[in-house]
């Protein structure tokens, strides 16, 4: 695993393990769960802590974050505008022309498989190379 964040005390995947045990209710435990079914979906993925405190999901490129705040907790897609979600798990930064988020509320679960398919993909996209239509130079 890399080991972005190392200066504060730890490897990143020690600080999201910290962050989920420091929130200590419904969210750290929805963290969790979707922290596992990242790295279901996708063994190879590799963990960091960007952005003062932020864990990030990364494969060829950043998959997805996991913020926590008051009344929700949010994943984050980097490429989510890029990817196909017809089991419409996206419900938040919709208007954006690359981001897309989950953001999930106490008492909410998101779908594991539908879930799963969604990072496979992103992880499909960013190992394909390819820059979607609004990131080529030109466009």
Known sequence: ????????G???SELISKRIAELGDW???????MRKLI???DPRVVEEWKWMGTPVWSHDGIICTGESYKKVVKLTFAKGASLKDPARLFNSSLDGNARRAIDIHEGEEV?????KALVRQAVALNSSGKLPDFDRPGQ
């Open 111 to 115: 779908d594991e498989a539908d879930f």
């Open 1 to 8: 695993m890399k080991k972005s964040g190392a200066s504060q």
């Open 39 to 41: 790295k279901e979906a």
């Open 27 to 33: 969210r750290g435990e929805t963290l969790g769960i």
């Open 10 to 12: 730890g490897s990143a």
